[in-house]
């Protein structure tokens, strides 16, 4: 059996971006990972509950809930799966070796002589004040900043931290503990001579979409904690530094901050729409509705062979430009092969797909739907007798084909796909929606919408608000009884991300 190793991998603070490359590598590398409450789990692998690889262990309760596991359930896990001969990734929330336990896991594989490997993360501590917009050291304010942890039991913190001497010692203080013991800590800073008026913030799950932020002072910070009823996961920041978050603080002020945005693409199609969501500050849930199945391509293997015989390739979508050059190349053949026959592409993102391969669409329509191409075509007057090989989706709308033979074209329609609803990971979405906890869903095709009816239900679907990329996709999403508010100006994903920014900041 080959030998198994350990890797304590930091998540980061909460925020997926913040991994390490190296962090990244391990966990798509991992057979098992071992994960915890503060570890986001959009870092996991997105198909390993449905496929069962890698193996999947939930081992973290936050403070204040029974633990169902302890330190040294998990040290023996960490242990076993690595004697299996498996690369265990213990994924930890912010660095392994900064208030995370993480050494004590290391030293049980050393007993146990297990291989084990380290690989730092951005801790809460550092990365949720500069989220807050809040440096934990500047120049002419901090020196220094003094991480602090304690315990839940205010008794308990006398014995562990001496407060006199940090209130005396001119460092920021960044506190990870539990709100419940921030009075008797904030009581001995003053104690120890800290001012009552040094400013302080306290940053609730610091760094996700969900972040918020408080600014009081450290004699008032208790009371508006407990006002605004936060609860952990907290970080409190004692020091003037604080006051530089009225210059400085970026995260919150993004246009999409706070908003709760459900992507309904296909799990390989998906990034591109939630990655540039997150960016503008959304917190994404990414429930694929349908999932690309391809065809029988036996008719597309043939296809090719008479290539020569076509006039024109009418492409409608970047699957099927995907897989029409699978089989283009797996036949051999390479782009000379398309030398004189003309191509066109129903949309940008599509015609895109093309020139990744170096084509370069000879029609492309101002309005990304078929009747566009179909006008844009019919402008050439080209058409009468050519042929046309269209490839496509099973299942599309007839009016490219009935367009292109009324423009006197032969077309010889090739569907080599079809989107498949996918109910994965619907009974969440399903309550999330029935609870009014989605802000927006967006919807980027007519079969994204049935796909959505069929994971959630009928009722269920129309929950909250949608985004639709075009009109095609409004018609569909409207027919099923929901409420499009927002349209893409252009049936693009930026033009769908551009419509959703300009309706938010409007408002």
């Known amino acids: 059996m080959a030998e198994g190793k350990v890797f304590l991998v930091g998540a980061g603070p909460g925020d997926p971006g913040l991994i390490t490359v190296r962090g990244r590598e391990l966990i798509d590398s991992a057979d098992a990972i071992v994960y915890d409450a503060l570890a986001n789990p959009a ?53 392994p070796f900064v208030f995370g336990r993480g050494s004590e896991e290391a030293i049980a594989c050393g007993e146990a002589s297990v291989p084990c490997e380290v690989v730092p993360g951005i801790t809460a501590g550092i990365a949720a004040p500069a989220y807050a917009g809040i440096p934990v050291t500047h120049r002419g304010m901090a020196a220094s900043v003094t991480l602090v942890t304690g315990s839940d039991d205010p008794a308990k913190l006398a014995n562990t931290t001496n407060w006199a001497a940090l209130a005396k010692s001119g460092s920021t203080l960044v506190l990870y503990m539990g709100v419940k013991a921030l009075p008797a800590t904030t009581a001995a800073l003053i104690e120890g001579g800290l001012p009552e008026e040094t400013p302080a913030a306290a940053i609730q799950w610091g760094t996700h979409s969900r972040q918020r932020t408080l600014v009081a002072t450290l004699g008032t910070i208790c009371e508006a904690i407990e006002r605004e009823r936060l609860k952990a996961p907290v970080v409190t920041v004692v020091g003037w530094p604080v006051l530089l978050r009225d210059e400085i603080a970026w995260f919150e002020k993004r246009p999409l901050f706070g908003k709760r945005i459900v992507v309904t693409r296909a799990t390989d199609q998906a990034p591109a729409l939630s990655g540039r969501l997150r960016e503008l500050g959304a917190e994404v849930m990414e429930v694929p509705a349908v999932r690309i199945a391809r065809l029988d391509l036996d008719p597309l293997r043939s296809a090719l062979e008479m290539l020569a015989e076509y006039d024109w390739i009418v492409f409608t979508s970047r699957n099927g430009v995907s897989l029409f050059w699978e089989q283009l190349l797996s036949s051999g053949r390479d782009a000379r092969s398309l030398a004189g026959i003309r191509i066109a592409a129903v949309g940008a993102a599509t015609a895109g797909a093309l020139l990744e391969h170096g084509i370069a669409v000879d029609v492309i329509p101002e309005k990304f739907v078929a009747e566009g191409l179909i006008e844009a075509l019919g402008y050439r007057g080209d058409m009468t007798g050519a042929r046309v090989l269209h490839v496509g989706a099973e299942g599309a709308r007839d009016v490219l084909r009935a367009g292109l033979e009324e423009l006197g074209a032969a077309v010889t329609l090739l569907p080599v796909y079809r989107s498949v609803p996918q109910p994965e990971g619907a009974e969440n979405l399903r309550a999330a929606l029935e609870h009014g906890e989605v802000d927006l869903v967006t919807l980027t095709s007519a079969s994204a919408v049935a796909g959505l009816v069929d994971a959630v239900g009928a009722d269920a679907a129309t929950g909250a608000p949608t985004a639709s990329i075009g009109p095609i996709t409004s018609d ?16 693009t994903i930026d033009g769908l991300v551009d419509a959703i920014v300009e309706t938010y900041a409007g408002g």
């Open 476 to 491: 569909a999403a409207r027919a099923a009884g929901m409420d499009v508010t927002i349209e893409a100006g252009e049936s």
């Open 43 to 95: 870092l996991l692998p997105p198909d390993a509950v449905t496929a069962g690889f890698p193996e999947l262990y939930y081992v973290g309760k936050r403070g204040g809930a029974k633990r169902s596991v302890t330190q040294e359930d998990i040290n023996q896990l960490i242990i076993r799966l690595a004697r299996e001969g498996k690369r265990v990734v213990r994924l930890k929330g912010g660095d």
